[in-house]
């Protein structure tokens, strides 16, 4: 009896370690940070990841779903994203290849839910040079209604744009804008927070053919993005980027990216 009483709480140990990763695993802000404890003066890459997993609660079947997770390379050398592996064939991917030493990165999931329906729980697998940290699955869930035949759900139109963690962008993170004949143009990039209260802080774009600034709808809430062509640059048309940021936890930063070419 005495051996059959160690079995069991040994059982019961086992099980509970099992239960306490998986949770913390879970846990939307658990930081991997701590994994590296053994590596913290050397002089290797380090990389560290805030948030693993984002729930986007419930969302009509055929809109997109897009959620970019930062990763941090808190070491010494640069820290290099070798893959980013889907695992279902409703995902695309996107990520940074290189991340120096003190700088951020990100790696990007986008599902289109047109042939998907119920919870539905999506993973793509990380994979990096760091030794402490060579694969990591991100996981993204969501809810997707379906109408009554199993199709998208009836009388609902849905919006141009994306659900891109807790808010979301029309008419796209991706658009090109024709300016106007005089090349005094604008547009806007509208940006709704679906989950919580945030705000955008800021809106920096990464070359000087375009200014932005963003506007408050309502604060909290509803925020424009106006982006302006700089004067001279329309006539040779420009690729750019614009990192935005947050102050939220759960979306620190995301881009969007807009190309500019003159009206022919």
């Not at 099980?15 to 590296?36: I, T």
């Not at 979301?168 to 004949?181: H, L, Q, V």
């Amino acid at each position: 009896m005495l051996r059959t009483l160690r079995a069991a709480l040994a059982r019961s140990f086992v099980a509970l370690v099992v239960s306490l990763v998986v949770s913390l695993v879970a846990v939307p802000g658990w930081c991997f940070e701590a994994a590296h404890a053994s590596d913290r003066d050397g002089d290797g890459p380090r990389a560290v990841i805030p948030v693993t997993s984002f729930d986007f609660g419930d969302v009509y079947r055929g809109e997109v779903i897009y959620y970019p997770f930062i990763i941090r390379n808190a070491g010494k050398s640069d820290l290099l994203i070798k893959d980013f592996i889907p695992t279902c064939g409703c995902e695309t991917v996107e990520w940074d290849r290189v991340i120096p030493p003190g700088k951020e990165g990100q790696a990007a999931v986008e599902i289109n839910t047109s042939t998907q329906s119920g919870n539905i729980v999506k993973l793509a697998t990380i994979k990096t040079n760091d030794p402490d940290l060579p694969s990591m699955a991100l996981t993204l869930n969501a809810n997707v209604l379906t109408g009554s035949s199993g199709g998208p759900v009836e009388g609902v139109k849905l919006k141009q744009g994306k659900h891109l963690g807790p808010v979301f962008i029309e008419p796209d993170t991706r658009w090109g804008y024709k300016t106007p004949a005089d090349g005094k143009g604008r547009f806007e990039f509208n940006v709704s927070v679906e989950k919580g209260a945030l705000n955008l802080t800021k809106a920096e774009a990464d070359s000087q053919a375009i200014s932005c600034k963003i506007e408050a709808v309502e604060p909290g809430k509803q925020f424009k993005i106006i982006v302006e062509p700089a004067p001279g640059s329309v006539q040779k048309g420009s690729e750019n980027t614009i990192r935005v940021s947050t102050d939220s936890a759960q979306l620190a930063w995301f881009t969007l990216h807009l190309r500019v070419f003159p009206q022919k």
